[in-house]
T-cell receptor, first 112, second 110 residues
Framework: NAGVTQTPKFRVLKTGQSMTLLCAQDMNHEYMYWYRQDPGMGLRLIHYSVGEGTTAKGEVPDGYNVSRLKKQNFLLGLESAAPSQTSVYFC???????????FGSGTRLTVV | GQQVMQIPQYQHVQEGEDFTTYCNSSTTLSNIQWYKQRPGGHPVFLIQLVKSGEVKKQKRLTFQFGEAKKNSSLHITATQTTDVGTYFCAEIYNFNKFYFGSGTKLNVKP
């Protein structure tokens, strides 16, 4: 019973490099979310998806892209990483948009 | 966007003391959720409040939703070192996503 799995757990990127963060859930949840967490800023919503094949922008979408080709997977892409994207990234899923989220363990990303 | 404010930002207590964190909004909330995040961990869903004036308890934790549905509180009775972490409230937005408060970081001194 894995719940929400995020890979990788840690990553260091150089400015301008690209990468993809993977989120996988095995709970058959429709809704999936990407948040970033910075000190003193709480959790801020980057992008979200209300079902397979759909994505939408959250509070801070600039510099990120997402895809939800399969219901169980939600990918977060950084096309050209910037130091301002240094953060801890959390993926979450929910059976409906109004129910409690299950979070993954996070990806700690450092952009140098 | 995010309209929920959380206070205090930090709270240091002696083990056995009580602790309360507050979540305030300028608008009426349809519902509110509370999460706990241990140091180095991920947020864990605690509870959801929906009804005006609702009070829910989980062992030493008491959650309240204000009568006007503009504020909420989490109260911990007789804190323990296992209560250490950051407590977040989250408000629903557009019926399908939540925005989180900035959190209250609780430190419990043994």
């Amino acid at each position: 019973n894995a719940g929400v799995t995020q890979t990788p757990k840690f990553r260091v990127l150089k400015t301008g490099q690209s990468m993809t963060l993977l989120c996988a859930q095995d709970m058959n949840h429709e809704y999936m979310y990407w948040y970033r967490q910075d000190p003193g800023m709480g959790l801020r919503l980057i992008h979200y998806s209300v079902g397979e094949g759909t994505t939408a922008k959250g509070e801070v979408p600039d510099g990120y892209n997402v895809s939800r080709l399969k219901k169980q997977n939600f990918l977060l892409g950084l096309e050209s990483a910037a130091p301002s994207q240094t953060s801890v990234y959390f993926c979450a899923s929910s059976p409906t948009g109004a129910y409690g989220y299950t979070f993954g363990s996070g990806t700690r990303l450092t952009v140098v | 966007g995010q309209q929920v404010m959380q206070i205090p930002q930090y709270q240091h207590v002696q083990e056995g003391e009580d602790f309360t964190t507050y979540c305030n909004s300028s608008t009426t909330l349809s519902n509110i959720q509370w999460y706990k995040q241990r140091p180095g961990g991920h947020p864990v869903f605690l509870i959801q409040l929906v009804k005006s004036g609702e009070v829910k308890k989980q062992k030493r934790l008491t959650f309240q939703f204000g009568e006007a549905k503009k504020n909420s509180s989490l109260h911990i009775t007789a804190t323990q070192t296992t209560d250490v972490g950051t407590y977040f409230c989250a408000e629903i937005y557009n019926f399908n996503k939540f925005y989180f408060g900035s959190g209250t970081k609780l430190n419990v001194k043994p």
